[in-house]
């Protein structure tokens, strides 16, 4: 997975350089940090470049939710796996690496196609989540173990702290997961029922089914934020209609 350093031009090693300092690592390969933010848009575009960050990204995923998970685990919260489930799942969601993203700066560092760049994508919220994901994933490759898990520890610490507290947004989607699992021993069922607007910037609109009934529209500039939508939507319904059991942390 290694790349030669040799391939790198020398105004961009200076911006790894760069970045690696404002983070506060070192990699060993700087080729494997130049691959961790290569899109694959931008290697489709230049000759001799055979490698973008998805492999890392894959790896990065997996090695976020181990450690997640460990530190919930070892910082003696709820033992309920539902709970612990909920937090984790804000904690390594989209929205939280896209928010380190963005803190880091790591949109500056991206190489994406001239397509893609047009497009706002250097901006895009799962763009930048999936490079925080393949950094991740190219530093406990680089460093191993120990010095990866120091980096997590660093960047999500915040995260855990503010889900602990509640305040972070609701997701609805898992409340309402675990709701409808306990009570009607089934799960809602989402439906994108229109979109609007071009592709780069459209709008969905997304309705939620529980036992034949109907909640909705959640709207949403993303298919996930219009799901939340709809399922806070029905939490409300079904809280007004049956009461929704206060261990569920609505």
């Known amino acids: 997975m290694r790349r ?9 090693k200076q911006n790894l350089i760069r970045f690696q300092k404002n983070l506060g690592i070192r990699f060993k390969s700087l080729g494997l940090l130049n691959t961790a933010l290569s899109h694959k848009s931008y290697v489709n575009e230049t000759d001799g470049v ?5 492999k890392l990204e894959f790896l990065g995923d997996a090695f976020l939710g181990l450690v997640i998970s460990d530190c919930l685990y070892r910082r003696s919260l709820d033992s309920r796996e539902g709970f612990l489930a909920r937090i984790k799942s804000y904690v390594v969601s989209e929205q939280t690496l896209h928010r380190i993203g963005q803190e880091i700066n790591i949109q500056r560092y991206l190489l994406i196609g001239k397509g893609e760049e047009k497009s706002g994508g250097r901006h895009r919220k799962g763009l930048i989540g999936d490079s925080v994901e393949a950094l991740i ?3 406990y490759v680089d460093s191993g173990y120990r010095q990866a ?3 997590v520890e660093r960047l999500f610490f915040k995260e855990i702290i503010v889900v602990e507290k509640n305040l972070h ?3 609805y989607k898992s ?5 409808v699992q306990k009570r009607f021993k089934t799960v809602p069922v989402y ?3 229109k979109t609007k ?4 910037k459209r709008t969905f609109f997304v309705q939620v089914t529980v036992k034949k009934q109907t909640f909705g529209p959640g709207i949403g500039k993303s298919k996930k934020q219009a799901e939340q939508n709809a399922a806070g939507f029905a939490l409300s319904a079904l809280k007004k209609k049956r009461g929704i059991d206060k261990t569920l942390n609505m």
């Open 175 to 179: 409340i309402l997961q675990e709701y």
């Open 50 to 54: 055979s490698e973008n960050y998805e």
């Open 149 to 151: 898990r120091r980096l």
């Open 197 to 200: 607007g071009p592709d780069h």
């Open 4 to 12: 030669s350093e040799n391939i790198i031009i020398k105004s961009r």
């Open 169 to 171: 947004e609701k997701d």
């Open 137 to 139: 994933g190219a530093f």
């Open 191 to 193: 439906s994108v029922i």
